[in-house]
């Protein structure tokens, strides 16, 4: 009995201290999460800016395709994947890494970004040209240039015809959803409103077009690493609050459990007490 009152108190140390690590890496992730909000709020007017300008010159301008498919032979195309370094983010990164599976063929180039998306391109054997990891603070802007003349150099060559990022896209701290975004070539948006304002542009709206490839990719690429990074944060924070209540929940049984068997013992005791006073009498 005491050797399993012992190991009884073992566990539930154990369990005691799994709840106060889970509390205080969902507490680190929650702050993390708000800083990233504030980060993206704040880089919206920029990048919305940019892509509404992108949006009127192929609304309001006979402009046709930045760089026509139709003019590339080979049909390979060039796939980033953003992931986290590390884990304990509950299904995040397996359900990032099912959709670079089935959107990824063997022809096509990867550039993973995160050490888990590094994992599973070695993995599969992909067709991997670059790599980067992710790092486990919020993505500094420079990090988005390697991305970028990587897919300039690929795309102007016309070694591919398509380029896509794969991530996943914050929507709230419980709602984070893997996406794959086309950002090359850039076709217009059916969506986009037209505010009627008529542009003279110069040299030309093509030119104009041309010379804002470079912004568009930026914000592109830089909306891509702060979704990701707030989701893995959000995913973190929720898997670690499932730890800790679940920790939380195993001490109060393993407490029951200990003092149920503590006085079960106790009682045995008095019992044994009460039964040699008879029999000395």
Do not use: W
Not at 46 to 65: H, N
Not at 171 to 183: D, G, H
């Amino acid at each position: 009995m005491a050797q399993n009152l012992q190991a009884i108190k073992k566990r539930i140390r154990t369990s005691q201290s799994i709840f106060q690590i889970a509390k205080a890496m969902e507490m680190i992730a929650a702050s993390k999460i708000r800083k990233a909000e504030i980060a993206v709020e704040g880089y919206k007017p920029y990048s919305s800016k940019v892509t509404y300008i992108v949006q009127k010159i192929l609304a309001d301008k006979d402009v046709s395709e930045y760089i026509p498919v139709a003019e590339v032979k080979n049909g390979k195309k060039l796939v980033f994947v953003i992931s986290p370094d590390k884990g304990l983010c509950g299904g995040l990164v397996v359900n990032l890494l099912k959709k670079l599976v089935s959107a990824v063929s063997q022809d096509d180039y990867v550039v993973a970004v995160g050490k888990k998306a590094i994992a599973s391109v070695v993995k599969y054997n992909f067709n991997v040209v670059a790599t980067f990891n992710m790092g486990t603070t919020f993505p500094k802007y420079e990090n988005i240039f390697p991305l970028k003349l990587i897919t300039e150099r690929l795309f102007n060559s016309k070694e591919v015809t398509k380029v896509s990022i794969i991530y996943t896209s914050f929507k709230n701290a419980l709602i984070q959803n893997v996406v794959e975004r086309e950002i090359l070539p850039i076709k217009r948006d059916e969506k986009f409103v037209n505010n009627g304002i008529e542009y003279i542009m110069e040299p030309s709206s093509q030119q104009i077009l041309a010379d804002m490839i470079p912004y568009y990719l930026e914000v592109e690429f830089y909306n891509a690493l702060m979704n990701a990074f707030a989701s893995e944060q959000a995913a973190r924070m929720t898997a670690m609050k499932n730890a800790k209540d679940n920790a939380d929940e195993i001490s109060a049984s393993l407490t029951n459990i200990y003092n149920k068997s503590r006085q079960e013992k106790i009682t045995n005791e008095i019992l044994d007490l009460a039964n040699g006073q008879q029999q000395g009498t």
